[in-house]
């Protein structure tokens, strides 16, 4: 890889670990190595760490207490204790509501419950990948122990609006706990929990700056969760083992920064977005955006490449030093076409030439400007070789 070109769009996948929250892990990492229960005046450097890393999680994400947060290994993690944990404190109702589109650590948590006896309904998108509000709030009843929906989409980056969502799950049926996913929403859009009636929500450090293997859960105060790992009294009971410290000071760092950052995300990082979105779909005649244009994070596109394969036109774009994806991180490297455009009713023509780029504070206008030269002369090739030419000059006159 050295010396090689790298452009690196695909950060929904995973960030570049900011210097900054590097820096602050640092230490942890080599002389302050305590284990923060211990009693011993070595041990105190490591315990406030976790203190002040919890007060920043706190500020981000507006949670009225830090005894509120508590932090586990990542995203998965995540929803998994929090929809198992509430799960096992309320036998009784066996329906549950999501929606069609989640992260597979949401999806596949719902597979199982189902083999388990439980209803689980999965509402669905409309063709821009916008959530069918209306009949999710139809589907609460009195059986509803659980509604869960991601905050923004990881593929299409759409974003669904969970506050006003929580607000009517709770008039219908204030007992019905919601989870929401808001990994790919922390640090690009503005995270307040204290004002919505949400329970409980996830993120992740390695969607935003800290690094993989940390994430956090929001509990809001009076919320009863089971712990998923049982054990020691770590984070008061709720995720036992020996806190990650240098991890933990990490992700409250990238918290830190990410509130700091905000508003770059929301006009630079957007800027570049519109600008390699407009610049693709100016440039290439078969290329079609997947989603609305409104109602997304700032840093996401998903464009089909319509009659060519994904597979192959994110290989020509590793041959010139380009990351992009062609679903989730989880689903890129099998054929499988992705659920969420299969949700959104994604022609076939598009369905399986569609890539996902995702930008972060890191991208350059330089980065942009490459990308938008040399996707026209990849796809140009790609189009010559594509067994659907009747099609692609059809194609090309309609947009002529
Ligand atoms: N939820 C969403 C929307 C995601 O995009 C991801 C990761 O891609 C996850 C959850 C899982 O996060 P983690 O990789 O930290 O387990």
Redesign the pocket.
Known sequence: MENKKLIYLDN??TTKVDEKVLDVMLPYLQSEYANPSSMYDFAVNSANAIKTARKQVQEFLGADSDKEIIFTS????S?NTAIKGALANNKTKKHIITTAVE?P??MNVYKYYEKQGYKVDYIGVNSNGELNVEELLEKVNKDTALVSV?W???ETGVVFPVKEIADEIKKKNPSVIVYV?A??AAGKVKIDVKNTKIDML?V?G??FHAP?GV?VLYVRTGTVLSPLIIGGHQERGKRAGTENVPYIAGIGKACELANENLDYELSEVKRLRDKLEAGILKNVFNARLNTSVSNRVPNTTNIGFQYIEGELILLHLADAGICASSG???TSGSLEPSHVLRAMGVPFTSLHGSIRFSLSRFTTEDDVDYVIKTIPEIIDKLNKISPYQDELEALRNLKK
């Open positions: 929904n996948a990542c995203g998965s993690e929803a992260h650590c949401v991601m923004a989409n990881n996913d990994v790919q996830g992740s390695h969607k993989k994430g989730s991180a989880c």
